[in-house]
Structures are given as C-alpha cells and as structure tokens.
C-alpha cells in the first residue's frame, strides 16, 4: 500500500511553520494560545481555525475570548435587538407592528 505526502482534500488549507525563540517564562501552549486569538481578532482567521491553532473546541475557545475581553460577535450592539426576538409589542389592536 503506498501513501501519499500530500492530501488531496482541497477543503485542508496548507499551513506554514513559524520558529520564535520565546522567554522561558513564556509556554509554547500560551504563545500559540495568544496568537490565536489576536488573528481572531484581528479578522485573520475564523473562529474554528483560530481555536484549531490554539488547540481548543470552539466552544472552549469561546470561552477563553470572553475572558480575554475579545467580542466573538462583530455586530454593534445598536444592530441587535434589545432583547428576545424581533417582534415589536402588540397593543391590541391586532395589526402588530403597525402605526395606528
């Protein structure tokens, strides 16, 4: 049986390698960690790509960008509703959401 080098999937982005010299006080686990949630930020990378380089789940990776302070959502808080669905209040008329 013969195995190929390279992956045919064309859905696998080829990644490249980046070699830094990090301060002992530094981990490895937590230069990655921290990069990847600045190119998250930034708008380099997905949330899943970003979490995959961190090593994370999405959800996990959710997590720790909320303690980080990083917005998942890109949206402003003056585009989203103000609270449960977009549905304006019925004032009995019937005729929801239209002027009397």
């Known amino acids: 049986m013969t195995t190929s080098l390279y992956n045919t999937d064309k859905r696998v982005r080829a990644m490249s390698q980046l070699k830094v010299d990090l301060p002992s006080e530094v981990s490895v686990d937590e230069a990655r960690l921290l990069l990847a ?30 303690k980080a302070g990083v917005p998942v ?5 003056s585009e989203l509703p103000a609270s449960g669905p977009h549905r304006q209040p019925d004032d009995g008329d019937g005729l929801r959401g239209a002027d009397p």
């Open 73 to 77: 959502f890109d949206s402003p808080a």
């Open 37 to 66: 949630i600045k190119l998250f930020e930034t708008g380099r990378l997905s949330l899943g790509q970003a979490a995959r380089m961190a090593g994370y789940s999405k959800k996990s990776f959710m997590e720790i960008l909320a």
